[in-house]
């Protein structure tokens, strides 16, 4: 009976670990190709993205078009700030810090561009206490651009050419212990970030994000602070599509704000409907099956732009809820519930 309950209350721990172990092993074995490596740490990426995007436009019932101004926010500080300390750069100069120092500092420059990308959320989080809708939804393009458009435009880090050097901070990663530590990193980000979501939205915080999606003026009226609640949401979302950005930028090696257009915050929107609104498990699950069909639909190059609307527009059209709707697997399966409780 009591290793019955050791089972059920470490399940989940137990089965992310032997995947992350799984998946560390076939990637240091080369076991895998690394076409397939990359796919499966861009899955990560936008299991990210798409998890942060839908507490905004899911949970909280607003309407956020630039997510991808936050990403490049956290891609570029990321970028800059490992680059800086820890690889030789014709524009940096020497490594502040011992190249070696790379493996142990590397989540805290992530961070550290989640940070960043958090308070330029707020670029989007004052205007929101005032506007809903689609005003809210041209701030935030608007902040998409103004981000885009202000990296274009300073030289010291590239402009409009873009910013590299990151893999240098990679291969010193490597060069301290052998391992694939970007698929490593990747996997440890993208659980954090389920992880901390699914604690927000079972939290005091999230039941009242709850409440202003489902009418804000009853929520002031029932004394919850809706412009606190917004500010910290917005921040959290951002803040993830910056540890998001940063990922991407050292799982390429190469950062350009043309990467981070409104084309980039529309394959955002995709994952989130696809999957369900105020659905965390949609989310993760639209988040995969995106991922595999960019992947499919690349030969067609500029067409797939064509084939992914399409297919946005038959999903609204014979399921609006998207995948989920607003359930969670545990929904569907409630004995699923024993395997993860808070305590």
């Not at 989940?12 to 076939?26: A, E, P, Q, S, Y």
Request: proline residues 3%; contains cysteine; aromatic residues 12%.
């Amino acid at each position: 009976m009591l290793k019955r309950a050791f089972f059920q209350r470490y399940s989940v721990h137990l089965l992310l670990v032997t995947i992350g172990g799984v998946i560390t092993w076939l990637a240091y074995e080369e076991a895998v190709s690394l076409y397939i490596l990359s796919v499966m740490m861009f899955m990560g990426v936008n299991i990210i993205l798409s998890t942060s995007l839908n507490l905004v436009n899911g949970n909280m019932g607003e309407f956020s078009c630039g997510h991808a101004g936050f990403m490049c926010v956290g891609a570029y500080v990321s970028s800059i700030l490992g680059v800086l300390l820890f690889s030789k750069d014709k524009v940096f100069g020497a490594p502040l810090l011992d190249p070696g120092l790379a493996l142990y500092c590397f989540p805290f420059i992530i961070l550290a561009g989640g940070v960043a990308a958090a308070f330029a959320g707020l670029l989007v989080a004052l205007p929101s206490y005032k506007t809903r809708g689609d005003y809210l939804a041209i701030i935030t393009i608007a902040a998409n651009y103004i981000i885009i458009s202000l990296i274009e435009n300073l030289g010291v880090i590239g402009g409009s050419r873009g910013f590299m050097g990151m893999k240098k901070v990679v291969n010193a990663m490597g060069d301290t212990i052998d391992l694939p530590w970007m698929v490593i990193w990747v996997f440890i980000f993208t659980i954090f970030t389920v992880w901390i979501l699914r604690r927000y939205n079972s939290s005091t915080f999230g039941k009242g994000v709850a409440a202003i999606c489902q009418d804000e003026v009853a929520a002031e009226i029932m004394s919850v602070n809706t412009n606190k609640m917004k500010t910290i949401t917005f921040m959290l979302s951002s803040g993830l599509a910056g540890v998001a950005g940063g990922l991407f930028a050292y799982i390429i090696g190469y950062v350009n704000p043309g990467s981070f257009n409104i084309l980039k915050s529309t394959e955002v929107l995709v994952m989130v409907y696809l999957g369900g609104m105020a659905s965390l498990s949609g989310a993760v699950m639209s988040a995969i099956l995106f991922t595999i069909l960019l992947e499919l639909l690349r030969p067609l190059q500029i067409i797939k732009w064509v084939v992914i609307p399409l297919v946005l527009i038959v999903l609204m059209q014979f399921r609006p809820e998207g995948i989920m709707g607003n359930r969670e697997l545990s929904d569907m399966f409630p004995r699923l519930k024993r395997f993860y409780r808070f305590k």
